[in-house]
């Protein structure tokens, strides 16, 4: 009779290579150009529902020079947890960016979560560095949002690097602490 550590750690190995497979549930392997219209509507909702949750957002996205937006499931099974997903970056020249992003850490805890994120950069050297060389958010990058009462869009984002702002939601809404620690983004060669 197996015990309950042993079920769970099977159930955990069992479920992650369904996660990872997740991301490109409906994508064709064969179909980069399928895969990066999915990618570019999920983007567009997104953006419409940080934009309906955070009055002022929009302007707030719109006033750096570029803002990337991912689409993440994260699995949390006992002490072990990781997350992947695809996103875009985009660029005020109107340049895209496709876009990976995994993460592994600890937590405890058990289920699935979908996160969806919004970056905003406010200056060049920000955005070509997440996007050019990759960007791994470390323990620095896991910070609290400050709630003001005047509602300012700009106060429910996240700086988690000079020049990198961070809205994160989940199915509850707008997250008022990021919980991007341990996550690596970089350039799908596939898609671009």
Sequence with gaps: MMTRLPRLLLLYFLLVPLQV???????????????????????AEILADLYREVP??????????GHAV???????VLALSTANGSGVAHYDSGEKVYMKMF???GGV????KQ????????????????????????????????????????ALAIDVSPGVRLYQMTEAGVALQATIQG??????????
């Design 21 to 43: 497979a997740a991301i490109d549930i409906g994508f064709s392997k064969s179909d980069p150009d399928e895969k990066r219209q999915k990618i570019d509507d999920a983007t």
């Design 56 to 65: 002022g957002s929009q302007e707030v996205v719109e006033a750096g020079v």
């Design 70 to 76: 991912f689409a993440s499931l994260g699995l949390n």
């Design 103 to 105: 993460s592994a850490g």
């Design 109 to 112: 805890g058990m289920g699935v």
């Design 115 to 154: 996160y969806r994120l919004v970056f905003t950069f406010a200056n060049q050297e920000a955005m070509d560095q997440f996007v050019e060389e990759g960007w791994t958010a470390g323990a620095q990058a896991d910070a609290a949002a400050k709630y003001e009462d005047d509602g300012d869009a700009a």
């Design 183 to 192: 996550t690596k983004y970089w350039k799908d060669e596939d898609l671009n």
